[in-house]
Every structure is written in C-alpha cells, then in structure tokens.
C-alpha cells in the first residue's frame, strides 16, 4: 500500500469516526507490537469513541476491503492483536470503561463492563462491593476485558474455577456487516446465524468422532482454536454465540460489552509453599495435590527463581536453590486443607529440599503471588545476549501427565543445548516455557523454528494443546490443524465462515500455513 492509500483511507475514516485515527508513522509505532515477537505496522489506527464508531468502522472497512484487527491492552504473546490493515484500539474513555448494571443474586453478582475495562479495575469494583472474577491473569495491570474474553483468559486458580467463559452472561458485539447483536436478546441476532448455527451444532452432535474428541479434551484447559466445546452443551442460541467468542480473539465480531458474573470474594486463603530437586517430581507432587481440590497449584522452576533473585527483593525463605510449588487453598476448612497437603507431601514418598513453608496471614500470601505474577516482566532479557522469547509459551497437557510432559521436553531444550525457564499453572497442566535464545548468533528465526517444532511434538504426542490459556495467534495457528485433526480443525473452519465469510477480522491468526517467524520484531538481533 502506497502513503497516499494510507492518507485517503485515514481522511475518510476521520471524516466518518468521532474518535481519533492515527496514520503517521512515528505516532503508529505503539500499535506494531505487543508482548510478542512480532512488529507489523498497520495501514491506520482507528480509536472509536463509542459503539456507533464500531458500527461505521465496520462497515467502512467492509467496503474498502480492508481487514481490522481489535487491540487491548497489548499483552498478548502471540501477535493476535496486530494486523496489517486497521487496527481498533479501545481509547481510555467513559464509554469502554465503563461498569454498570451491578446486581446481586444469592452468592453471585453480575456486572456489565466495556470491552475496554482494565481487569484490575473490574477486579477493585468487584472486591469493593465483596466480590472478585475467579479468571485472574497475571498481566490484570494492563489486559482489558475484552482481550481477556478474547483469548479465553483464565489465570492460576483456573485449577479450581475455570476459564473466563464459565462467568461470561452475555455479550455485546458488531458482526461482520456492521450489525449490533446482544446474546441476551434474540430479535438482534441475524437469522442467518440462527440457521447456520443449528445446523452447525445439529452436524456435530450427530458426529460421534468430533464429539469423543470433545469430550476427551474438554477435561483440560485449552484455548486453542474456537470453543466448539459450547456446541455440546445444552444453552441458548445467544449463549453459544456468546461462548464461541470467548478465545476467537476478535475473529468473529468486534466485542463492545460484556456482563460477568462474579463470585463471593473469599478472604479465608492459605499458601503451602514446597522446595523440590528436581522439576519431574515436582510434577509427580502435582498429580497427587490436585485431588485435594486445592484452589492453586504453582510450579516455578530453579532456573526461572535464579532470575528473579538476580532482578528483585525475594521474601524470607525463598533464596534458595530448588524448584518450587506454590499450593493455595481457600474458603472455609482451608486451614485442614493445610495440613492434607503437609501429610500428603511428608508421607507420600516425595523428595523435597527443605520444609514446608506455610502462609497463613493475608500479607504473607499477597506477597508469594506477587512475586509470581511478576516473573512475566523480569524474566525477558536476563542479560544482554539472551531474550526468553514467547515461542512456546502457553503449552498445556492433561495434568495426570505433566510430570511425563516436563522429563520429555527437559530433554528437548538438552538436546538443542537451550536453557529454558518454566513456570506455570501446574494444577490445570499449564506450563509457560521460556526458551532462553542467544540473539548475538546467527539464524534466530531458524531455531525459534526448530524449538516450536520439537516442543508442539512432545505437546501433541502426550495430547495437549499449544495455547491453554493466552489464545491463538501467529504464533500458533500453523500447529492448529496438526493439534486438532482434520475433523475439528474444518468445522472450526465453518464458525469462520458463518461469522465472517468475507475475512473482514482479523486473518491469518487463527488459520494460517505462514512461518511463525514471519513479521519478526527487527530489534531480536544485537
């Protein structure tokens, strides 16, 4: 596209939009990248003011035949909300952030927020009034709701409460002809929909490979390809639409709003915290502690806590060389769960390298999970020459089999002599891995290649998935197919289709044969 494409298309949508537009190069830069490794400059930027901006932006990119990409808060690690045509970024104003129509039944609550709605916000409103969103992810500093929604969020205690889709109500959204469509009220939805839908989930149900595949699969976390798990359960029309864009990130329609439901803010909490030799026993201790129903289970490798003493303060205790388990339970009788997880780890046959530690103070417990959620931002440039890149950094496996999954995968980065940093929600079989790559030498693209393949293969032979919880992108959709079979991967080609039959949204993140290497970030190499 030549600048002066670049004006026009600015010009008309300035002239259609009252929120701002963005075209110059210098000014665009902070929508080229987010958390991942990518950098793609779009043609314009679009910040629309309110919903009636979404509905013009729609249908002005329908017509030009221009793809839009919706963008959050830009903590996405696999380069979901970067696009080469327009992208939508929410502005920090009343309408995208606003949360309204809060109401209480029995032991839940339900709000309303905008899709530009920082999860920490939402989580402060909610705690204020004695509630919280159980789906709390690690980057709520700065990830807004609908990105949340978007890549079917869930965070560390998904282990005991699921993934964001279990407290989505209902959503507000644009199709892909510029249409407002509210699930909760079936005269919005376009009857094509209604039709494509039934027929849609009528196939499926119908085919009992797919729904053996489901139902296998639906017993881990997975955030990989589009929810068709929603088509076997038996809710509304509005309900299932709703529920498949949960982690479609933006591919089906542009979110405006949504309403949560949010649970009884439980104060009652304890942390067990375990010191490990060796990560594979660690997971063995995994599979033991989940059938105690715990809230959390923690893993963070030595490896991953060398860096971190190295950038912050640690709390008493935890200098020390081990791998680490962070177990916390909560609710009435968490100070018993205490002590089933102390007699389970001190009889069961596990290795550990120094006592127990518990936490049983709200400060002391704060002050663990802080710790952990900042292990994100300290870990990606440990030092000068290395940079632990988001390649595989959102693999899942089913739990029973984590400690299988790390001895294998172990071997992986010995084989291509890599060092990695793990950590993760170990409970639900969610592990970050964070290969650490030498940016000085030769070929990074080709042995972000090599790692991706050798790592998705362990993945896929212990049937697990390559996003659990941070969505689809770039960096995954080559593997979709391979990850799904050919079954599922062509009816989720179909909710492609009934939704955005013309690609108006965001292509080539959740379908795509291009290197993952394709649109790196020019600043990798030193």
């Given at each position: 596209m030549t600048f002066d494409y670049r004006k026009s298309l600015a010009d008309k949508l300035g002239h259609l939009i009252r929120g701002g537009v963005v075209a110059d190069e210098v000014k665009l830069r902070p929508f080229t990248r987010d958390q991942s490794i990518y950098q793609i400059e779009p043609l314009v930027a679009a910040l629309p003011e309110n919903q009636a901006d979404v509905l013009k932006l729609v249908q002005f990119a329908a017509e030009e035949g221009v793809p839009i990409t919706a963008r959050g808060g830009g903590s996405g690690t696999a380069g979901s909300a970067l696009g080469t045509g327009i992208v939508m970024a929410l502005p920090e104003n009343g309408f995208w952030a606003q949360m309204d129509d809060?109401?209480?039944?029995?032991?839940?609550?339900?709000?309303?927020?905008?899709?530009?709605?920082?999860?920490?916000?939402?989580?402060?409103?909610?705690?204020?009034?004695?509630?919280y969103l159980p789906a709390d992810v690690s980057s709520a500093s700065i990830s807004r709701i609908g990105g949340n929604i978007a890549t079917k969020a869930s965070g560390p205690h998904a282990l005991k409460y699921g993934s964001i889709d279990r407290f989505l109500d209902q959503a507000v959204f644009v199709s892909d002809r510029g249409e407002l469509v509210d699930t909760a009220e079936a005269a919005t939805i376009p009857l094509r929909l209604v039709r494509q839908l039934a027929d849609l989930q009528s196939r499926l149900r119908n085919d009992?490979?797919?729904?053996?595949?489901?139902?296998?699969?639906?017993?881990?976390?997975?955030?990989?390809?589009?929810?068709?798990?929603?088509?076997?359960?038996?809710?509304?029309?509005?309900?299932?639409?709703?529920?498949?864009?949960?982690?479609?990130?933006?591919?089906?329609?542009?979110?405006?709003?949504?309403?949560?439901?949010?649970?009884?803010?439980?104060?009652?909490?304890?942390?067990?915290?375990?010191?490990?030799?060796?990560?594979?026993?660690?997971g063995r201790a995994v599979n033991a502690l989940r059938h105690l129903k715990v809230a959390a289970i923690e893993m963070i490798s030595r490896e991953t806590m060398q860096v971190l003493k190295q950038h912050v303060s640690l709390p008493n205790g935890l200098d020390m060389d081990a791998h680490l388990l962070l177990v916390e339970v909560s609710g009435p009788g968490c100070l018993e769960q205490v002590d089933r997880i102390k007699t389970l780890l001190q009889s069961g046959g596990f290795r550990m390298t120094a006592p127990l530690q518990v936490a049983r103070a709200e400060a002391g417990i704060d002050e663990l999970w802080s710790l952990r959620k900042r292990i994100l931002w300290?870990?990606?440039?440990?030092?000068?020459?290395?940079?632990?890149?988001?390649?595989?950094?959102?693999?899942?496996?089913?739990?029973?089999?984590?400690?299988?999954?790390?001895?294998?995968?172990?071997?992986?980065?010995?084989?291509?002599?890599?060092?990695?940093?793990?950590?993760?929600?170990?409970?639900?079989?969610?592990?970050?891995?964070?290969?650490?790559?030498?940016?000085?030498?030769?070929?990074?693209?080709?042995?972000?290649?090599?790692?991706?393949?050798?790592?998705?293969?362990?993945?896929?032979?212990?049937?697990?998935?390559?996003?659990?919880?941070?969505?689809?992108?770039r960096l995954r959709a080559p593997y979709l197919r391979r990850e799904w079979g050919d079954r599922l991967y062509e009816y989720m080609r179909e909710v492609k289709a009934i939704f955005d039959p013309r690609g108006v949204f965001n292509p080539d993140v959740v379908f795509s044969d291009r290197p993952i290497t394709e649109h790196m970030r020019d600043d990798l190499s030193i």
């Open positions: 809060f109401n209480v039944s029995g032991p839940e609550c339900k709000v309303r927020c905008g899709a530009g709605v920082l999860h920490n916000d939402l989580q402060t409103f909610l705690k204020q009034r004695g509630y009992a490979k797919a729904v053996n595949i489901l139902r296998q699969r639906q017993r881990f976390k997975i955030s990989s390809g589009y929810n068709l798990f929603a088509f076997l359960r038996d809710i509304s029309l509005g309900q299932l639409i709703a529920q498949l864009l949960v982690g479609s990130v933006g591919s089906l329609g542009l979110l405006v709003s949504a309403t949560l439901r949010g649970e009884i803010f439980e104060r009652q909490r304890a942390a067990v915290l375990g010191c490990f030799p060796g990560m594979v026993e660690a300290v870990i990606r440039h440990p030092q000068p020459h290395l940079r632990a890149l988001s390649v595989v950094n959102d693999v899942g496996v089913p739990p029973q089999l984590l400690a299988e999954f790390i001895h294998d995968v172990q071997q992986v980065f010995a084989r291509l002599k890599i060092e990695v940093l793990i950590y993760g929600h170990a409970g639900s079989g969610n592990l970050h891995l964070r290969p650490l790559f030498d940016v000085t030498l030769p070929d990074l693209a080709g042995r972000i290649r090599k790692v991706a393949d050798a790592v998705y293969e362990v993945v896929f032979r212990y049937g697990g998935t390559v996003s659990a919880e941070h969505g689809m992108g």
